[in-house]
């Protein structure tokens, strides 16, 4: 298991939950990250707003909802409000993934007891960094 599991978890949980994210990548991996799409697309049926996936010229990963960041892998550390995760990205994009499909075939979002109680409680960022 990651020691990052459960910050992984929660920039997963805020990458399904929510619509109109975009992720934001250097281009170097862009294309490993595009399957996410085809899976929420294939889970939730229902979503209007699929995640889009665009390149950037930094060298983290991003999560944005509308113009707000909410999630980041790598990079330098970024205020409390944002998820984040430390580590090299191409592995952690790969985890992200990785949960996307076992978070999606366990009913997420539309089941969120399904992850137990840390898909439920507020997420406090301070406690993982």
Known sequence: MDANRSSLGEFTRRLLREEGIELLLPSSIVEIAEPIVGMVSQHIPARLLLPDVNPHPFDYVSLMHGKKEIGRLGGMEPS?????????????IHRIIELVEEFLGAGYPGCRDCLGPAATEPWDESRFR
């Open 80 to 92: 409390l409000e944002i998820v984040w995760v430390e580590g090299e990205i191409n592995h952690l």
